[in-house]
């Protein structure tokens, strides 16, 4: 470890820093091309930020800056008391939002929660058909629509946030592109560039993504079992100025957390003291048979509830719902009309039919089996190993068993030909990620590659 330290002060002493740039963005560019040139390689450890300061003759404050900005492109992982390590440099920020499986025959894909493909072939089909024989349906759907969505269709998303045990009228139903799209939306309606959002310290990859696209700062909150710790947030507001909290209350993603309904009520009361804009994450959620109150139903007054169909029913079926507070309607809805005009007519037709005629019942049931089946077969390779899961949720959050760290287990994986997600592709703010990996099940077609995936992860773990 030692020699690589040294490695990379020789890099940046001997090819000098571009002149013209400032300090910061010199060495910064230094280090991304020593990356791509493979002169600084996957897992090499950067030198601390004082030792590399007091060889390059520059203060700690614009090593700090230098290394975040090849954080920013997904080339460098910050982890708390260890350092800063190198990523893979064709993961870029791909790498860290990444939403398309990689099927191609030599890889086993464990690394996506995604919904898996269970759909009647003739069920989208039929769909279609009907709306193109209803004259007046099919020429709706090819108009322009209202920016939070026809009446019937915000009135089918209320109906599949019901689910979820939300209360709420259908003027506050907003409907959108997918969730991302959802969220998106959201935070540009609430934030301004450089404000702060709170998020659980381990949260969804894609707040990252569109924090960056909106230039807002993100700060992570401490979590345990059940995930947000309310006082954690307390004492982060105290010390910060935070408009808003993102959290996934129920079946959280990576870690699987359920909030109890008492944590639920915590975290309420300190939003209310502190005037923060609830975002609640629901996407798994219609997949939990015994749901528990959302957060919405504590604080109404201030959460924007966001779910859609892309785990339940189908990842490409692009539909999505929130449930907004009556003061933040219009700024949504004008976000929605300024990022896409409107989700898309025929799509969001698409989905109304299947809730209002029932569909999503049938294949909300197939993808719970199929979740149980496949979880079975797994079951064998898991046993020995330190993991959680939620019965109807698609992935398993695996400890690692010392000396192992999770980048070095993901690296050795994804050579042995499997794709898994280790925990610093969730850090929020540089939160001190464990070293643990989400490994799920509904990425790969068939049950031995499934299989073979998992057995790959046992045995690297127990040699």
Same mark, same amino acid.
């Given at each position: ?121 003739? %069920? /989208?089909? =039929?769909?279609? #058909? ?7 349906? +099919? $020429? @709706?759907? *090819?108009? &322009? ?37 959802? %969220? /998106?939306? =959201?935070?540009? #309606? ?7 959002? +709170? $998020? @659980?310290? *381990?949260? &969804? ?259």
């Amino acid at each position: 470890m030692v020699k690589r330290e040294i490695d990379t002060i020789s890099i940046l002493m001997a090819d000098g820093l571009e002149p013209q740039l400032p300090r910061y963005k010199a060495i910064a560019n230094t280090i991304i091309n020593a990356i791509r040139a493979g002169q600084l390689t996957v897992g090499s450890k950067l030198p601390p930020h004082r030792r590399l300061a007091d060889r390059l003759g520059v203060t700690v404050g614009t090593i700090s800056r230098a290394y975040s900005e090849v954080e920013k492109l997904g080339l460098l992982v910050a982890r708390i008391g260890d350092g800063s390590y190198v990523r893979d440099p064709d993961r870029g920020e791909q790498g860290l939002f990444r939403a398309v499986i990689d099927d191609a025959p030599n890889v086993i894909d464990l690394s996506l929660n995604t919904n898996i493909p269970l759909h009647p072939p003739a %069920l /989208l089909a =039929t769909t279609l #058909a009907q709306v193109a024989g209803d004259p007046r349906c +099919a $020429a @709706e759907v *090819l108009r &322009y629509q209202p920016d939070s969505g026809l009446g019937a269709h915000r009135a089918a998303g209320l109906r599949w946030m019901q689910r979820s045990g939300v209360e709420g009228a259908v003027e506050s139903v907003i409907v959108t592109n997918g969730a991302q799209h959802g %969220l /998106l939306c =959201t935070l540009m #309606a609430v934030t301004r560039p450089g404000d702060c959002v +709170a $998020a @659980e310290g *381990l949260s &969804y990859p894609g707040l990252t993504a569109v924090a960056r696209h909106l230039g807002l700062r993100l700060r992570g909150v401490a979590m345990d079992a059940e995930g947000v710790i309310p006082e954690a947030l307390e004492e982060l507001c105290l010390h910060s100025t935070i408009r808003a909290l993102f959290c996934t209350p129920t079946l959280h993603n990576p870690t699987t957390a359920m909030m109890s309904v008492g944590r639920r009520e915590a975290l309420a009361a300190v939003a209310r003291r502190h005037n923060l804009v609830v975002i609640e994450d629901d996407v798994h959620g219609s997949l939990v048979r015994d749901h528990p109150l959302p957060l919405q139903g504590l604080a109404p007054e201030r959460t924007v509830f966001i779910t859609s169909l892309s785990k339940a029913i189908a990842s490409g079926l692009r539909v999505g719902y929130l449930l907004v507070p009556e003061k933040l309607r219009m700024k949504i809805a004008l976000a929605v009309r300024a990022s896409c005009w409107m989700a898309t007519p025929l799509v969001v037709e698409v989905a109304t039919r299947w809730i209002e005629g029932g569909e999503v019942d049938q294949l909300i049931s197939l993808q719970r089996e199929e979740i149980g089946r496949r979880k079975a077969l797994v079951a064998p390779w898991l046993a020995p190993l330190e993991h959680v899961t939620h019965g109807e949720g698609f992935h398993f959050w695996i400890t690692l068993p010392e000396p192992w760290r999770a980048n070095e287990l993901a690296e050795e994986l994804r050579h042995a030909g499997v794709l898994v997600k280790p925990a610093d592709a969730f850090a929020i703010d540089q939160f001190e990620a464990p070293q643990a990996i989400r490994a799920s099940v509904s990425g790969v077609a068939g049950t031995e590659r499934l299989q073979e995936g998992f057995r790959k992860i046992h045995d690297l773990l127990a040699s």
